[in-house]
C-alpha cells in the first residue's frame, strides 16, 4: 500500500470514528393515549397489528430502534426518515388532526399502500414483519378508503368528542406542493 493510501484510510477511519459521538436522538415523545389513532380510530385488531407492524417505526411515537440505529452515518439516515416520516403523518397526533385532514391522510394511506411507496422499501430488508403481501395491502387499503369516507361525511364522525380542531390544515397544504416521493 503507498503511503498515501495508508493516511487515507487512517482518515476514513478516524472520521468515522469521530462521527460515532453524534448519535440521533432516540427518546420517543410521550403518546397522549385519547390522541392515538388506535384510540381515535379504533381498527380492527389485525389492521391495527399490521400498521404497528409496518408503519409505526416512522409515522409514530412508539419508534423501536435496532442495534444499527446507534451506528452513525446509518443512523443519520434513518433518523431523518423517521423526523420526516412524523412530519407527514403522525399516528401517535392522530386526534390532533380535523375532520378533513383525518380524511385526506387516510386517503393518502391507502393510496401509498396501493402504488407501493410504503412502507419504504429501504425499510423491507431489516423488518421482515413489515413486509405486506397482497391480501394484507388489500385489507389495509378497503379499510382506509372506508375511514377516509366516514370522516369525510360525518364531519366529525371520528373522534370520540366530535370537537373538530382546526390545527394542522394549512400545513397538509403546503406539504402537497412541496415534497415529492424523493427517498
Ligand atoms: C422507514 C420509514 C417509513 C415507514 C416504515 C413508513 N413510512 Fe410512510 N413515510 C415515510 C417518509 C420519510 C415519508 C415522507 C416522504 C415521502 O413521502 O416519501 C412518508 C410519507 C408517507 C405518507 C404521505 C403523507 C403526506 O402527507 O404526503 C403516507 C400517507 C405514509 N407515509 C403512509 C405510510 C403507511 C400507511 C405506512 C405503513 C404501511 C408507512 N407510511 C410506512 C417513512 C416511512
Redesign the pocket.
Known amino acids: 500500500m503507498s503511503k498515501i493510501l495508508k493516511w487515507a484510510v487512517l482518515a476514513i477511519l478516524a472520521a468515522l470514528v469521530i462521527i460515532q459521538f453524534f448519535g440521533i436522538d432516540k427518546t420517543n415523545p410521550p403518546v397522549i393515549e385519547g390522541e392515538s389513532f388506535m384510540a381515535v380510530a379504533q381498527p380492527p385488531a389485525e389492521v391495527a397489528r399490521?400498521?404497528k407492524d409496518?408503519?409505526y417505526?416512522?409515522?409514530s411515537h412508539e419508534t423501536e430502534y435496532p442495534w444499527y440505529t446507534s451506528i452513525a452515518p446509518v443512523s443519520w439516515w434513518i433518523g431523518h426518515?423517521?423526523e420526516?416520516?412524523r412530519e407527514?403523518?403522525n399516528f401517535s397526533t392522530w386526534g390532533t388532526y380535523n375532520a378533513e385532514k383525518k380524511a385526506h391522510?387516510a386517503e393518502?394511506?391507502g393510496?401509498?399502500?396501493e402504488k407501493g411507496?410504503?412502507?419504504?422499501t429501504?425499510?423491507l430488508p431489516m423488518h421482515p414483519e413489515?413486509r405486506?403481501t397482497a391480501a394484507q395491502k388489500e385489507q389495509?387499503i378497503s379499510w382506509f378508503k372506508e375511514l377516509s369516507g366516514e370522516s369525510e361525511e360525518g364531519g366529525e364522525a371520528i373522534g370520540p368528542s366530535g370537537a373538530p380542531s382546526s390545527e394542522g390544515d394549512e400545513e397538509?397544504e403546503h406539504?402537497?406542493e412541496e415534497?415529492g416521493?424523493?427517498?
Request: glycine letters at 2%; aromatic letters at 6%; charged letters at 30%.
Open positions: 399490521l400498521l409496518a408503519c417505526d416512522c409515522h426518515h423517521i420526516e416520516g407527514h403523518l391522510k393518502e394511506c393510496e401509498e399502500i411507496e410504503m412502507p419504504l429501504s425499510y413489515a405486506l389495509l397538509y406539504e402537497e415534497h416521493h424523493e427517498h
